[in-house]
């Protein structure tokens, strides 16, 4: 059945826009579910209306087998990643993906802050900023397959090809102590000096001195607690929408926005006082470039 797209078009926006006038004000993760829902139905709606084919329209383009890209600073709703694909293609209009990306997730309820209440020290360095009340950092290392299929093809000069992808797979979580730099009180010379320690659960919150705002000193280095990572399993999956503009046939430079999910069996230890969680929903976008070859 033939669809008329820019009738389509037309009713979708109109939809979009009698919808939010509702809502004026929202949650985070309200947004999230609306942002999921419009990009969802968008991609839904421009695979209905683009035409699938084997060649371009005038059949001028190359078509090349083979394609590797790199996303070497990606921007999530939950930090930064890194993220490196390899692509083939199936036909002019479909690629088969293979996916590997390094993400770092933090909680929302993490702030960054430092202290500037200080007694003496002996030889003590200037303080780093830290997160009050983290007990882990976390990572996820993401492989998974895919498809990405074509939308809109590019013109011959300085034309934007539009693609969508799905893909999902496998996520390693890795759970990483949190490390602090800790004041305690020498009594015999009355100076402080510094230990480095991570949170023990073992001693109450109420006198934990990881927990204490005044013997806080500030955040250990970023290669502490790297002997005590701990690996959660999980999954996760993606949709996107690909915008390629590269002037040469065999380069790649392009941005993706989209929608990720990772989701593990148990909940993440993050956070040591708020409420931590076992999936992480999030928009991101991506720079991506890279090359084909046949």
Same mark, same amino acid.
């Given at each position: ?94 690629? $088969?993906?293979?996916? #590997?990306? %390094? ?10 802050? @430092? *202290?500037? &209440? =200080? ?69 015999? $010379?009355?100076?402080? #000096?510094? %230990? ?10 109420? @006198? *934990?001195? &990881? =927990? ?83």
């Amino acid at each position: 059945m033939k669809v008329n797209s820019s009738l389509a078009l037309e009713i979708y926006v109109s939809f979009i826009l009698s919808n939010l006038n509702k809502h004026l004000k929202i949650s985070y993760y309200y947004v999230m579910k609306k942002m999921g829902f419009i990009l969802l139905s968008l991609l839904l709606l421009l695979s209905v209306t683009a035409p699938a084919q084997n060649t371009d329209r005038e059949g001028t383009n190359i078509l090349y087998k083979n394609e590797f890209v790199i996303g070497p600073v990606g921007f999530h709703s939950y930090g930064f990643s890194t993220v490196a694909r390899s692509g083939k293609n199936i036909t002019y209009d479909n690629k $088969r993906i293979i996916e #590997f990306e %390094l993400v770092n997730i933090r909680h929302p309820k993490e702030l960054k802050q @430092t *202290n500037e &209440f =200080l007694p003496p020290l002996i030889d003590a360095p200037n303080p780093k900023a830290y997160y009050y009340g983290k007990q882990n950092s976390f990572f996820a290392i993401r492989t998974g397959v895919g498809q990405m299929r074509l939308i809109y093809e590019k013109a011959k000069k300085n034309g934007v090809q539009v693609r969508y992808l799905y893909l999902g797979g496998f996520s390693l979580g890795v759970v990483k102590p949190y490390y602090l730099n800790i004041l305690y009180l020498d009594e015999a $010379r009355n100076v402080y #000096f510094i %230990l480095t320690e991570k949170y023990d659960s073992s001693i109450p919150d109420n @006198t *934990n001195k &990881f =927990l204490d705002w005044y013997t806080i000193y500030g955040a250990a280095g970023f290669s502490e607690g790297w002997k005590e990572v701990r690996f959660l399993p999980g999954a996760y999956g993606k949709l996107g929408l690909n915008f390629e503009w590269a002037s040469y046939d065999d380069l790649v430079k392009s941005v993706e926005v989209g929608i990720a999910f990772d989701i593990y069996p148990k909940k993440v230890p993050i956070m040591i006082i708020q409420d931590n969680k076992l999936w992480f929903p999030s928009l991101y976008i991506n720079m991506i470039l890279g090359w084909k070859w046949e």
